[in-house]
């Protein structure tokens, strides 16, 4: 399934994320291993900074590339559901018995950037979702086209090359499902059911 390449600026944040961080937690861990082997107490302060340093080393290294997309997300059509990946998030499969409707989100930029009505509207249906105690898992590449997969109480955010492509060949699995296409310009906002 043809996906849209990552943002750039999400590419150099994933880059500087790792390229800062693991430097910084292998020597972190150097210096905290040669203070272990010089004998230092467990409940000494220098033991408690160098522990907490690590552990900030760590999250900022793993956690933090887990928790935002700053690599590359892919998608296949499988015979059960539709496998998701990322890099430092493993592959998940969303079946298709669990997918409810979709939403497919497109931010036309030939004339201008989205007005802010456009934005706010699209802002407010996200929050919609979340108030109806929906979570959010982002795996989308780019912000200009964004499906949601609205499955159970989750919300899978992609970002397909063809989306309507990908919903058709979605429906041809799913069977009938509704999906709802906004689509953000300059003048406003267009909706239309698919």
Not at 52 to 73: D, G, H, Q, R
Not at 130 to 136: L, N, P, S, V
Request: proline share 5%.
């Amino acid at each position: 399934m043809p996906v849209l390449e990552l943002v750039s600026r999400r590419r150099y944040l994933g880059y500087v994320i790792l390229l800062m961080n693991l430097p910084l937690l292998v020597w972190n861990a150097y210096r905290f291993a040669l203070d272990l082997s010089t004998g230092i107490r467990w409940n000494s302060s220098d033991f408690l900074a160098n522990a907490i340093i690590i552990a900030t080393s760590c999250a900022m290294t793993f956690i933090l590339p887990f928790m935002i997309p700053v690599f590359k997300s892919r998608y296949w059509l499988t015979d059960d559901g539709i496998k998701i990946s990322r890099f430092f998030r493993g592959t998940t499969n969303v079946p298709y018995s669990s997918i409810a409707r979709t939403e497919i989100y497109l931010k036309i930029q030939r004339d201008g950037k989205p007005s802010s009505e456009a934005m706010q509207y699209a802002k407010e249906a996200a929050s919609q979702l979340r108030k109806g105690g929906f979570k959010f898992t982002d795996y989308t590449n780019d912000d200009t086209t964004i499906v949601l997969l609205i499955s159970e109480r989750r919300v899978y955010l992609l970002s397909p090359k063809y989306p309507k492509a990908f919903v058709q060949k979605l429906r041809k699995r799913v069977g009938k499902l509704p999906v709802k296409m906004v689509e953000l310009t300059h003048k406003g906002k267009r909706i239309r059911e698919i």
